[in-house]
Every structure is written in structure tokens, then in C-alpha cells.
């Protein structure tokens, strides 16, 4: 099963920009995609399906605003649109397709964390986001096997991004988002257990391992960029990962698409 991620930064721009003419050459069983940044008027009529995928979307409330999507080659037996029932529903940030057959329970999710960079205001939402997410990911984690596809707006560590150094008072590397992380993925009893899969497959990597570019300067040009989306995966199913690529060989948004191959089927 390939599993692809990508943020867009607006579904239209990255169509504009051949995201969809590129991921229908890709083989994919199943694609995550976030910050649609378009409605259901927008994305149904235009947007619903990419060759032999078709897509379930959860929309942001605020129009030009957020919203996720899982384009799927298999039918699901169950989609579940949204985490909270407050707050973070309403900004359009989950959606859940469920493959359960008998004796195997098996959710794959596209997610978009919030980002804190435009005001303390939304970092203390960001907080918010991480203290109702951990607890619905080990939740969902007793139940079924899962891979989360996310930008998680989050590098967990110094060679997830080229310059920590002066990245530590910044949003999206404050000690608490990376203290979150490191929660999430720990192994003691009292921690996440959940995997980074792409770490899993490449635990060394640096430069190559980015996802993101600001559009200030000249980062993507520099390769200051940032490991901002994941694969997060029960033990499980992070066992299966067999091969990961980053693709930059067009750019149709703000970030790079990641895919990974798994050894199972849905």
C-alpha cells in the first residue's frame, strides 16, 4: 500500500500547478492531503476524485480556511469527520476512513495541526490542539491499528530543521511542541508508543529529510526547510514501512509530498 501526504496550500493553487496530474501517475492507494483552503461547493465539483481515487474532506467552517482530505482507492467501511466536537472541528483538521474486517480494525487519517506562528494568540490554540490530541490518538490506539498523515507543524529534533539553533524560541520547535512529540512517540509505559515512521525508515538523515520551505528569501532555493509532515503509525503497521521518498522534483505548494510503501493491503 503507498501512502502519500501532502499539504497544498490551497487546493486550487496546487491543481494550477499539476499536483493532481502528478498523483495519478503516482500508484497511490491512498493520499492525505490538508489545508484545502476551498469548500464543499469548490472541492465536490471539482476536486472529488484524482483517477481512481475518490475523496472524503472535512471542511473548515471559514471560508479560504484549512480543511483535510483522504482521496482513497478502496471503499471504507467507515469515515469519521472531525476528533473534538468543540473547538477544532468547527477549522476542519480530521478525517478518519476506517478498513475494518473481521478480526482487524484499521483506521488510515489525514490531519492538520494548527500553526502558532501568526500570534501568541493561535500558539495557545496549538496548545490546546496537542492536550485534546494526545489523549484521542491513545484512544484510538486501544482500539485499532492506524498511520496518522499529517503536517504536524512540528520538527521534533535538531536535524529536522537546518537552522535549530536559532529556531528554539519559534513556533513549531518550542521545547513544549518537542517535549509533545517526544510524548507521543516514547516507548516507557506512560508514553505514546505511536511511530515516526519516516525516522523509522531514516534515522539519520538532515538536509534531505525536509517537507517545508518558507517563501521568505531564498529558502526552498538554500534548502532551509523544515521536516513538518508525517506518517505517525501504531507499531504495527510502522513495521511494514518499506521505502519513503520526499518528492522535489516539482513544487506545488509550500511543502514537499512524502509517500511511503507499507507491506499490507487494505
Known amino acids: 500500500m503507498r501512502f502519500i501526504t501532502a499539504n ?12 493532481f496530474d502528478w498523483l495519478d501517475r503516482q500508484g497511490a492507494d491512498a493520499v492525505g492531503v490538508q489545508e484545502l483552503k476551498a469548500q464543499a461547493d469548490v472541492v465536490e465539483a471539482q476536486f472529488r476524485s484524482c483517477g481512481s481515487l475518490n475523496g472524503q474532506f472535512h471542511y473548515a467552517e471559514k471560508k479560504g480556511y484549512s480543511g483535510v482530505g483522504l482521496y482513497l482507492r478502496d471503499c471504507p467501511s ?3 469527520v472531525g476528533f473534538d466536537g468543540g473547538e477544532f472541528d468547527g477549522e476542519g483538521r480530521w478525517v478518519e476512513a476506517r478498513f ?16 502558532g506562528s501568526s500570534g501568541e494568540d493561535r500558539q495557545q490554540a496549538k496548545f490546546r490542539f496537542l492536550d485534546a490530541m494526545h489523549p484521542h490518538l491513545m484512544a ?4 485499532r491499528e492506524f498511520i496518522l498523515v499529517a503536517d504536524v507543524n512540528i520538527a521534533h529534533r535538531e536535524a529536522d530543521l537546518k537552522n535549530w539553533r536559532s529556531n528554539q524560541k519559534n513556533s513549531g520547535f518550542l521545547p513544549e511542541e518537542r517535549a509533545w512529540m517526544t510524548r507521543l512517540l516514547g ?20 538536509d534531505t529529510c525536509y517537507t517545508w520551505w518558507s517563501n521568505r528569501g531564498q529558502a526552498y532555493a538554500n534548502n532551509v526547510g523544515w521536516r513538518l509532515d508525517y506518517h505517525l503509525a501504531t507499531p504495527g503497521l ?19 509530498p512524502l509517500a511511503i510503501d507499507y507491506d499490507f493491503q487494505l
Open 187 to 206: 516507548s516507557e509505559k506512560d508514553q505514546g508508543g505511536l511511530v515516526d515512521v519516516y525516522r523509522h525508515l531514516q534515522p539519520d538523515t538532515t
Open 8 to 19: 497544498l496550500n490551497g487546493v486550487r493553487s496546487a491543481a494550477s500547478k499539476g499536483f
Open 140 to 143: 484510538l490506539k486501544a482500539e
Open 100 to 115: 475494518d474486517k473481521p478480526g482487524r480494525k484499521l483506521s488510515l487519517i489525514s490531519c492538520y495541526f494548527p500553526s
Open 78 to 80: 467507515d469515515v469519521i
Open 238 to 256: 510502522a513495521a511494514l514501512a518499506k521505502k519513503e521518498a520526499i518528492y522535489k522534483g516539482e513544487k506545488f505548494s509550500d511543502h514537499a
